[in-house]
């Protein structure tokens, strides 16, 4: 193949899930710049629709679906109507930040369904799609975004207050959604359906400074990942240029988790 249409996704159908986080608007552009047509999920339509015109602007093809992705019966109502997909990437996830005292039963249940659960009804929903993404395309890719800290701990002595570090049900709703990736590799492998887990690092949105120079004090790289550094992971894990890739987790964030 032509290395130059490797990363390419002309025809491609993609639908991301909270589309307009601080790192979901990177991947965003990052497929309708590649060239997919880009479903944009989100909670908040009216957001989503500025969003979706700013995007229109810059001539990429896009269009909103606002719903709830963490809510199993929306997500099969939306994938039911949608003929086919090449691209799933689930993004979305819901937790409310509190200290190791002040954790619930319900805490846990709530981030674990809306990061782990709600993937793995994503994927159940969007297969029929998904299979018609491979019959026309040869391929489909599953992309979850998990968290470096679904594989270590977060450390505490780089944050002002226990209320500042990223809070206990985080982590392990994130470190499940990394081993679902596999399963789903397995089960969906021999459709053609790759399901691979991104993994980002310290990429915080306006940290205070203090927190922001520990942070990038504890990478390889001695800074703080950019947003526009999540696109080409993303793409890459998307596009034909890692059709022999499933069942991992690329991991990005500057060599954290290497030490």
């Known amino acids: 193949m032509d290395s130059q249409k490797l990363f390419r996704l002309d025809g491609r159908i993609a639908f991301i899930s909270a589309a307009r986080g601080h790192l979901g608007r990177a991947m965003t552009r990052a497929l309708a710049q590649a060239g997919a ?16 015109q700013e995007l229109r602007a810059e001539g990429l093809s896009v269009e909103r679906a606002a719903f709830d992705a963490c809510d199993p019966a929306a997500l099969r109502e939306f994938f039911a109507a949608l003929p086919r997909l ?19 039963a319900e805490d846990f249940a709530r981030t674990y369904a ?33 968290s470096m800290y679904g594989a270590v701990s977060p ?46 690092g310290p990429f915080p949105n306006n940290p205070e400074a203090g ?32 059709s022999f890739i499933t069942g991992s987790a690329l991991t990005v964030d500057g060599g954290w988790t290497a030490w």
Do not use: C, W
């Open 37 to 52: 047509h880009v479903i944009l999920n989100g909670r908040d339509d009216a957001a989503l629709a500025h969003f979706e």
């Open 86 to 104: 090449d691209i799933l990437v689930n993004n979305a996830v819901t937790m409310t930040v509190k200290p190791f005292a002040a954790l619930t």
């Open 114 to 146: 809306s990061s782990v659960t709600a993937a793995f009804e994503a994927v159940r929903a969007a297969l029929p799609g998904l299979k018609q993404g491979v019959a026309a395309a040869g391929e489909a890719s599953v992309i979850n975004i998990a």
């Open 155 to 200: 450390d505490a002595r780089l944050y002002d207050t226990p209320e500042g570090q990223s809070p206990f049900h985080y982590g392990p709703a994130k470190a499940g959604l990394i081993q679902l990736s596999r399963h789903l590799a397995a089960e969906l492998g021999p459709l053609k359906i790759r399901v691979n887990a991104l993994v980002p």
């Open 211 to 242: 927190l922001g120079q520990r942070l990038a004090a504890r990478t390889m790289l001695r800074r703080l990942g950019a947003p526009s550094e999540i696109a080409g992971p993303l793409l890459f894990l998307a596009s034909p240029a890692a």
